[in-house]
């Protein structure tokens, strides 16, 4: 039975576990393919490709990147990439490079709402701390008593109208769907339900929008099954692959141990009638019988 989960994290950016541990994860739990997709970096693939070859999974090269849409902060997962192709490397370089001065920005705001010397703690949950950002604020926040778990951080702090939100310009969507697709890659769109709750969330004419703009970019996919999706979520937008001609995909977005909705490799199948954005690289490897 193949098990493909298409989006986790490792602490080359904000997930918990190393590379290594985390395909050992993948393993334990049954995954056969997996995409580790670290947030604007490439730096963990080589040690879970050596871990995956090791193990007998397959490991497919990824990326999650941090794109800003109009007034929206959105996620684009690329899949099959070449992380060598120099577009890409300078891109990620690019977006990566604001973070610490977004982090200090960050305990500023934290600190004029009354919650001081957030910023030291932050770093000490920052593997890479080249890759500081919400998430390790948040374990902060958590371990220093502010918020009770993860979720509830997000819904006092760092989020649009609260203490600690920070503006941020991350890459466009053209510039991000090029540099995946140049280098022979897949973009796909990351849990798209997220950006249809909370403060200046989109609607249903927005998320339309935004779709029809990726798909003229060259994007060909959307989280169709992820880790912060409900069942009628998967039917929605299942329905706007539909819709727009894209393929679709499942990830769980693990970034650790207790932290996460879904373990690694514990999402359900597709729903039936979407195209599995696998196929846009896996039929390329086959030779097909005339
Ligand atoms: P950043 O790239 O610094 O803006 O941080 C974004 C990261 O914060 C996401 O990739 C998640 O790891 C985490 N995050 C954002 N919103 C939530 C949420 N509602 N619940 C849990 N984690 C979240
Ligand atoms: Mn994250
Ligand atoms: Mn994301
Ligand atoms: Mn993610």
Same mark, same amino acid.
């Given at each position: 039975m193949l098990n493909y989960d298409l989006h986790c994290h490792s602490s080359v950016s904000d997930g918990t576990l190393s590379p290594t541990a985390l395909v050992e994860r993948a393993v334990l739990r049954g995954v056969t393919n997996l995409a580790l997709t670290d947030h604007d970096n490439t730096a963990g693939l080589e040690e879970a490709r050596a871990a995956a070859v090791s193990h007998g999974i397959k490991l497919i090269n990824g990326v999650e990147i941090s794109v800003t849409w109009r007034s929206h902060s959105v996620h684009i997962v690329g899949l099959n990439i070449d992380p060598a192709y120099p577009k890409l490397v300078e891109g990620l370089y690019a977006v990566r490079s604001g973070r610490g001065k977004r982090a200090e920005k960050m305990a500023d705001s934290l600190?004029?709402?009354?919650?001081?010397?957030?910023?030291?703690?932050?770093?000490?949950?920052?593997?890479?701390?080249?890759?500081?950002?919400?998430a390790h604020f948040a374990r902060y926040l958590v371990e220093s008593g502010r918020s009770k778990d993860l979720k509830?951080?997000?819904?006092?702090?760092?989020?649009?109208?609260?203490?600690?939100?920070?503006?941020?310009l991350w890459a466009s969507l053209e510039d991000a769907v090029a540099w995946l697709r140049g280098s022979g890659?897949?973009?796909?769109?990351?849990?798209?339900?997220?950006?249809?709750?909370?403060?200046?969330?989109?609607?249903?004419k927005t998320m339309q929008e935004f779709l029809s703009d990726f798909a003229t970019c060259g994007g060909?996919?959307?989280?169709?099954? +992820?880790?912060?999706?409900?069942?009628?979520?998967?039917?929605?937008?299942?329905?706007?692959?539909?819709?727009?001609?894209?393929?679709?995909? +499942?990830g769980s977005d693990f970034h650790g141990p207790g932290e996460s909705y879904r373990d690694?490799?514990?999402?359900?199948?597709?729903?039936?009638? +979407?195209?599995?954005?696998?196929?846009?690289?896996?039929s390329a490897n086959t030779v097909k019988e005339v």
């Open positions: 600190a004029m709402a009354g919650i001081g010397d957030t910023l030291a703690g932050a770093y000490r949950y920052a593997g890479n701390p080249a890759m500081v950002g919400r509830s951080v997000f819904s006092q702090f760092m989020t649009k109208g609260k203490p600690g939100y920070v503006p941020h890659g897949v973009a796909v769109i990351a849990h798209p339900g997220r950006y249809m709750v909370g403060r200046n969330s989109m609607g249903k060909q996919g959307i989280e169709v099954v +992820c880790g912060s999706h409900t069942l009628e979520q998967y039917a929605e937008f299942a329905r706007y692959a539909g819709e727009f001609n894209l393929s679709s995909s +499942c690694l490799g514990r999402l359900p199948d597709l729903p039936l009638g +979407c195209k599995p954005i696998w196929e846009l690289w896996e």
